[in-house]
């Protein structure tokens, strides 16, 4: 046997409703702090300075992403087969 229930709430009633603490107002000074630290980041860097950190990362993670396959597909960074 199947039962379906479908509840209509707004995230708020449902947080009340199974006892969950509200954290909005720590999500609010959170994403603050983010948004503060994130443009004054941004205003000391030139343009073409975060493309080139960016593009730094973007090639390690590019780097770390395929030394996974290789290790998952069993293959060694030399090319040769396990």
Sequence with gaps: MKVKIDIDCTPEEARHFLGLPDVSR???AMVDEVVKRTEANLDSMEPEAL???WS???G????QFMEM???AGGVSGTGKDK
């Design 51 to 53: 493309m080139r950190q």
């Design 26 to 28: 720590i999500n609010d």
């Design 56 to 58: 730094a990362v973007g």
């Design 69 to 71: 396959m290789r290790q």
């Design 60 to 63: 390690q993670m590019t780097n």
